[in-house]
């Protein structure tokens, strides 16, 4: 919504300020299809040049991060923390053989099964039950399995922020490739300067607007865009770091609540549950999930 209202805000008082101290949109909306085909064009171009298909498929994705905001709310925080209090129950009360068929199939999983979102997360589900098959086999030392899971959230990490970064790297050819559209306007006039004064002020005018909509596009949209990109992946970032707190407050040979707790206080403050929440969200769970 913001993103929208922030929009509507740039191109009114950009465009707004200009109408008003007296400016003229016709030569910019003359100017304004080949200049955006110059610009625009060029921007694909370079864009597919320096990007792979996965990171290209991500910027299309990303644009729905954008606007739709962080992929995790609070209610998935709580689940989260739901699932992963039956998970480390069950293999603290009933042994590893007993969750092994949870961690081995999440997908017919009656407790993964509980919490639809998250099993729908394929790294959050992979990133759980990877973890809790290293424990059943016996790797126990929890700075050995902290560092694993460092090393696998960095690299996921790294890869989601790829597009952001394409993104990021858009938005600074921008207005280099407004001077292209510019320059090019400008060696039309040079090829038309036997033309009238007012002939080529209009021609160098639609050459300016090619300088004008790489700067306005760069600094006004695409680099906001990235920023907004990058921002959302560092906050769903959040939520696979609070599975490793439980997990490895759960090595330590925490019980089961509070290794929840400790994984509670790792929770960013805006999406953090109360402590009665929480345990009114344990208590909520029926007996025989628990």
Known sequence: MFQIIGIVCLFAMVFGSYI??????????????????????????????????????????????????????A???????????????????????ALESHIEKPHDSTIFNRFPKIVKDHFAT???????????????DPHQV??????????????????????????????????????????????SITEPPEILGEMIGGALVGTFLGILLSYGLVGPFAARMSGVIEEDAAFYKI???VLIAHLHGNAAQISVEIGRGNIPSTMQPSFLEMEEALNNIPAEAA
């Open 75 to 97: 209610s998935d925080y709580r689940d989260l923390l739901s699932l992963l209090f039956l998970l480390t129950k069950t293999m603290k009360s009933k042994g590893v053989i």
């Open 20 to 73: 008003i101290s007296g400016g003229n949109m016709a030569p910019i909306l003359h100017a304004l299809p080949h200049e955006m085909m110059a610009i625009g064009g060029a921007a694909v171009g370079a864009t597919l040049i320096s990007n792979s298909l996965t990171t290209l498929k991500g910027m299309g994705s990303g644009m729905g991060k954008v606007f739709g905001g962080p992929k995790w709310k």
């Open 243 to 245: 599975i490793q707190a």
């Open 146 to 191: 902290e560092d694993a899971m460092e090393k696998q959230l960095e690299k996921h990490h790294h890869e989601a922020l790829h597009p952001a970064h394409a993104m990021a790297g858009l938005s600074d050819a921008l207005p280099a490739l407004g001077i292209v559209a510019a320059v090019l306007g400008v060696v039309k006039t040079m090829g």
């Open 126 to 140: 992979d990133f759980i039950c990877d973890t809790l098959r290293m424990m059943t086999m016996n790797l126990e």
